[in-house]
């Protein structure tokens, strides 16, 4: 059996990726999406085991020394990272797997796994990122700051390492873009 691929989506806070990460694994059958794991706390309607596996720094340190972790990132003062057992079994068993990881994490899957595919979204513009942040109403105003601040030097990297980039302004048309890179490359 072929390989499976790997697909990293990585974009500024705020920009859509978790909305477009979710229905592309709607609309590809087969498609494998990583939960990563954090430190950081639970947002209100966050489910463990869904949308992350919240843990505590000390366990997220063991599992960085057993090498349990495929790549990782401190993010906004938290960590977060991916479980190799879940990107290995899928890929060895022929799956396509999808990261929604930030740029660092995004560099470290490429030196590990050169043929993995790095896909860039950005926002139409910083005032409809920080719209979008806003809408989201999961997150203080300190939090929001910080975000946009950080959008900066994601969309640098994005730009200068990333293979493919979209921008999410119709989210349908979007997601139809992205999938039809995907089911390319698979
Ligand atoms: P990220 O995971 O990149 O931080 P989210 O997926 O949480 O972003 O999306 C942030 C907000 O923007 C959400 O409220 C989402 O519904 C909205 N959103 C996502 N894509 C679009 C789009 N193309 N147009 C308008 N709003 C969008
Ligand atoms: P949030 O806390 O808003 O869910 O995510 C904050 C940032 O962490 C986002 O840029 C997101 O892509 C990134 N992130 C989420 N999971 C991982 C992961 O497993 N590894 C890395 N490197 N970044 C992640």
Not at 111 to 127: C, E, H, M, N, V
Request: net charge positive.
């Amino acid at each position: 059996m072929k390989p499976g691929k790997i697909f990293v989506l990585s974009a500024p806070s705020g920009t859509g990726k978790t909305t477009i990460a979710r229905r592309l694994v709607q609309e590809i059958p087969g498609l494998a999406l990583s939960v990563s794991l954090t430190t950081r706390k639970p947002r209100p309607g966050e489910k463990n085991g869904q949308d992350y596996f919240f843990v505590s720094r000390r366990h997220f340190q063991k599992l960085i020394q057993e090498k349990a972790l495929v790549e990782w990132a401190c993010v906004f003062g938290n960590y977060y990272g991916t479980l190799r057992s879940f990107v290995e079994e899928n890929l060895r068993a022929g799956r396509p797997v999808l990261l929604n990881i930030d740029t660092r994490g995004g560099l470290q899957i490429k030196k590990r796994f050169p043929g993995a595919r790095l896909i860039g979204l950005l926002p139409p513009s910083l005032r409809e990122q920080e719209r979008r942040l806003r809408q989201r109403g999961d997150l203080a105003e300190e939090e929001i700051r910080k975000r946009l601040e950080e959008a900066r030097r994601e969309r640098k990297t994005l730009l200068q390492f990333y293979q493919v980039r979209f921008v999410n302004r119709d989210l349908q048309s979007t997601v139809e873009k992205i999938k039809k890179f995907i089911l390319r490359h698979a």
